[in-house]
């Protein structure tokens, strides 16, 4: 099977991968000022993760067959899932979170928690952006000799 790579910006898509990260934390960000709440934050870390594999995947393996980059999305991905559901559920049942406390109600101290989400999200994510965007497939065994 010949594999199929769209390069939007950069041809592993790590910009592409920035710029969505950026926009998926700054849009959550704006709903958490609007309603003083930090009930999303872990909840859009989660969320970021999984759109951006998916995203990564989907557009260097176009009906072909990165087996090493569809396993290790689909582990991480189900591993972001888990992770973002059960911080959501814990801060929800809490009634909120007290990381957030003296922020919440000052925008600017509040924006910093996000930007570091931004940075924390990318940095994580970049083997994963890595390997779904190298295009190579060297399989799931070893390959040194």
Known sequence: PSLVMVSVIDDDNFVLSLL??????????????????????DFAGGLNYIFVFVMTLALNNE?????????????????????????????????????????????????????????????ISSPVIYVNGSGGDPGLGGTCK
């Open 20 to 41: 969505v990260t950026i926009f998926i934390q700054l849009s959550f960000f704006a709903i958490a000022v609007a309603t003083k709440s930090e009930n999303l934050y």
């Open 63 to 123: 009906g072909s067959g990165n087996v090493r980059g569809i396993v290790l999305s689909v582990l991480v991905c189900i591993s972001r899932a888990f992770l973002g559901s059960f911080l959501l559920f814990r801060v929800l049942s809490r009634k909120g979170d007290g990381r957030f406390d003296e922020a919440r109600e000052n925008p600017c101290k509040f924006l910093v928690f996000w930007v570091f989400q931004i940075f924390w999200v990318f940095l």
